[in-house]
Antibody, heavy 120, light 107 residues
Framework: EVQLLESGGGLVQPGGSLRLSCAAS????????MNWVRQAPGKGLEWVSG????????YYADSVKGRFTISRDNSKDTLYLQVNSLRAEDTAVYYCAKGKTGTTYYFEYWGQGALVTVSS | EIVLTQSPATLSLSPGERATLSCRAS??????LAWYQQKPGQAPRLLIY???NRATGIPARFSGSGSGTDFTLTISSLEPEDFAVYYC?????????FGGGTMVEIK
């Protein structure tokens, strides 16, 4: 059974930083692209970032480019998102999502989400 | 960036009725469109990919159709657990984008 478990969310002041983690199990982690998708309170879904299975290719939405960094440790089956220079508009639940076989950008399985709240 | 417009915003139906949800793209996405279901407090769940293929474990009452710019998700007979928000998403043109969602509520 595929499981994705996010951690690392919390309350942070504007300009602050956090590192989100997503522990994966139930599949061959290094064979699949992974993504982060966020959802602001009461709003829709927004793709944030993606990474290839080997970690050599990374992709970012314009809204986070230069502030967020996606990475993965395939020896630990874990995905990360380093979020810096946080703004109020980054407040959201951040989901990690496994790419479907053969493509990065269909989100086949999702974690339960980690809430990031940016507020002073 | 491709904009996906979903309609209606809210659909009020009774269990057993047929639900028809629409997603329109601002330019052609070929068949590279997915549908997701999200219930309150839960993560989204992939229902349909490549416009018409059901994901693993998705009941046959869910079906998708369309290509180019116009797509439809049909739920043939609503079950109580189907009342939720539904999102379409395209992967044809980077970046991947989502529609604003359609809420299917109990009438």
């Amino acid at each position: 059974e595929v499981q994705l478990l996010e951690s690392g969310g919390g309350l942070v002041q504007p300009g602050g930083s956090l590192r989100l983690s997503c522990a994966a199990s139930g599949f061959t982690f290094n064979s699949y692209a992974m993504n982060w998708v966020r959802q602001a309170p009461g709003k829709g879904l927004e793709w944030v970032s993606g990474i290839s299975g080997g970690g050599g290719s990374t992709y970012y939405a314009d809204s986070v480019k230069g502030r967020f960094t996606i990475s993965r440790d395939n020896s630990k089956d874990t995905l990360y998102l380093q979020v810096n220079s946080l703004r109020a508009e980054d407040t959201a639940v951040y989901y990690c999502a496994k790419g479907k076989t053969g493509t990065t950008y269909y989100f086949e399985y999702w974690g339960q989400g980690a809430l990031v709240t940016v507020s002073s | 960036e491709i904009v996906l417009t979903q309609s209606p915003a809210t659909l009020s139906l009774s269990p057993g009725e047929r639900a028809t949800l629409s997603c329109r793209a601002s330019q052609s996405v070929s068949s590279f469109l997915a549908w997701y279901q999200q219930k309150p407090g839960q993560a989204p769940r992939l229902l349909i990919y490549d416009a018409s293929n059901r994901a693993t474990g998705i009941p046959a009452r869910f079906s998708g159709s369309g290509s180019g710019t116009d797509f439809t998700l049909t739920i043939s007979s609503l079950e109580p657990e189907d009342f939720a928000v539904y999102y379409c998403q395209q992967r044809s043109v980077w970046p991947p984008t989502f529609g604003g969602g359609t809420m299917v509520e109990i009438k």
